[in-house]
């Protein structure tokens, strides 16, 4: 089963429990920035909104199943001409003709569609999947920003290795240092070693400028990721440093396994079924004009001259059953249904080639954490060589036997590998973080929880 690395989340520390408010939060962990991002990132909370539009365009169209009512009413004053008077006033027999008047009107009327050749159950249809994309469109949204949010996570992470790392090699220099100013003072040492040691001093000093603007820069992407207006995380908030990785807690890499699990979790597949349900069932919208309309029509209404004390004989009504068929349109509907048919082709084809991209993305991502274990076990065995050699040549400078242009070799070495382990270390995490993303996984443990997705299940 793949469910297993589900646990990539936990690494780091923390668990899924409720979402704190950063302001509450001393010491971050990956989950904790991951669950504040889900709840407060604004991108997100537009894509809930765009599903809640999605929800409303299905009522629009259940309602084409209701009878529709309308009531009128129309007030009318007019004024005849003086010659059209006096033709009617000569018409009847002199009598005197007033040429103003005024006419009112009250109606109701009701019209209920009764048949439409299944156009409204498909429309209908293609809603509710329009709003099941719009809401797998969401899903994707957050499985990708928890991939955003990690990758600012770790790169906070390796800067603060390769401070600490730096910050050792000036520790390692400083003492040099003193020792050769010591020898120096008492006459056996000499000035350049001094001068040297102080160089890689501020050598050190460099890099740890450097982690420290780089731990500040991740930071600030990761606030915004996290939807601080501030863009900045809280003053004296810190992270929690993510462990090594020992060779016991590699797992096995199952491709046919993760693929499986791809296929059936990654939101963005599933949107593209919803998107193929729509165009499916656009062809059946479109066939609809083949088929005959069947509408119920009522009306009541009254009119009155003069004034607008309407009366029961005011009013009358109408009822009728109106039948339509359409039997020549120049093969407009043929077309339309020709193109649904073609824009489906569309789809499907574009599905497929989503399938393969996410095979791709899949196998890419287990090389690449494959490559990702490799390198730590390698690079933390030369670490371990490397000290070995740093340390034996340091006893042998200040016993005399090894020269200085040795000794800051040596160091130099150490300092790279130890850097090379940091990111090889980091990579590990990322890359695990990245198979999580690729096969949908990373966003099981966050759906349908109250107050980050937004919306229920």
């Not at 709840?39 to 299905?58: C, F, G, K, M, T």
């Not at 005197?96 to 109701?108: G, T, Y």
């Not at 992470?157 to 400083?174: M, P, R, V």
């Not at 130099?412 to 993303?437: E, F, H, M, P």
Request: aromatic share 8%; charged share 25%.
């Amino acid at each position: 089963m793949v469910f297993f690395f589900l646990t990539f989340l936990c690494v780091s520390g923390g668990g899924l429990g409720e979402c704190k408010s950063l302001d509450e939060i001393q010491r971050l962990d990956l989950v904790t920035a991951q669950q504040i991002a889900l709840a407060d990132n604004p991108s997100l909370a537009a894509a809930a909104e765009r599903v809640e539009q999605a929800r409303y365009r299905i009522t629009q169209a259940e309602a084409l199943y209701w009878p529709g009512v309308e009531a009128g009413g129309t007030a009318m004053a007019s004024r005849m001409s003086q010659n059209d008077a006096a033709v009617l006033s000569d018409a009847s027999g002199g009598r005197e003709i007033s040429r103003s008047s005024e006419q009112f009107e009250l109606s109701l009327r009701a019209s209920w569609l009764l048949f439409d050749g299944f156009s409204r159950k498909f429309s209908t249809l293609i809603a509710e999947y329009g709003y099941q994309e719009s809401e797998q469109a969401r899903r994707d949204g957050m499985r990708l920003l928890l991939q955003s949010v990690a990758e600012s996570y770790y790169s906070a992470q390796l800067a603060l290795y390769n401070k600490t790392i730096a910050e050792a090699d000036f520790s390692f220099n400083a003492r040099q240092a003193r020792d050769a100013q010591l020898s120096l003072d008492a006459g056996s040492g000499s000035l350049s070693a001094v001068l040297n040691f102080k160089v890689q001093m501020n050598n050190a000093r460099t890099d740890i400028l450097l982690a420290e603007r780089d731990y500040d820069i991740a930071l600030f992407g990761l606030s915004v990721l996290m939807g601080r207006e501030s863009g900045k995380l809280p003053e004296g908030m810190t992270l929690s440093r993510v462990d090594m990785v020992d060779e016991s807690d590699f797992f096995e890499l199952s491709v046919g396994d993760l693929l499986d699990a791809a296929m059936e979790s990654r939101p963005d597949l599933t949107r593209r079924e919803c998107m193929l349900q729509r165009a499916e069932l656009a062809i059946e919208v479109n066939r609809a004009a083949f088929y005959p309309r069947l509408s119920l029509n009522g009306v009541v209404a009254g009119d009155r001259l003069g004034n607008v004390d309407f009366a029961a004989d005011d009013f009358g009504s109408t009822l009728s059953l109106n039948l339509t068929y359409n039997l020549f349109k120049g093969g407009s509907d043929r077309a339309r249904v020709a193109e649904a048919k073609a824009y489906r082709r569309e789809i499907a084809r574009t599905f497929d080639q989503e399938k393969n991209k996410v095979h791709s993305e899949v196998r890419q991502a287990i090389t690449r954490l494959k490559q990702a274990r490799d390198q730590l076990l390698l690079q933390r065995a030369s670490v371990k060589l490397v000290e070995q050699s740093r340390d034996l040549v340091e006893e042998g400078y200040n016993a005399g036997q090894e020269s200085l242009a040795r000794l800051n070799e040596v160091q130099r070495d150490l300092v790279r590998t130890q850097s090379r382990l940091a990111l090889s270390l980091i990579a590990l995490y990322n890359n695990r973080q990245t198979l999580n993303t690729a096969t949908g996984e990373s966003l099981k443990p966050y759906l349908g929880r109250k107050g980050l997705a937004n919306l229920p299940e």
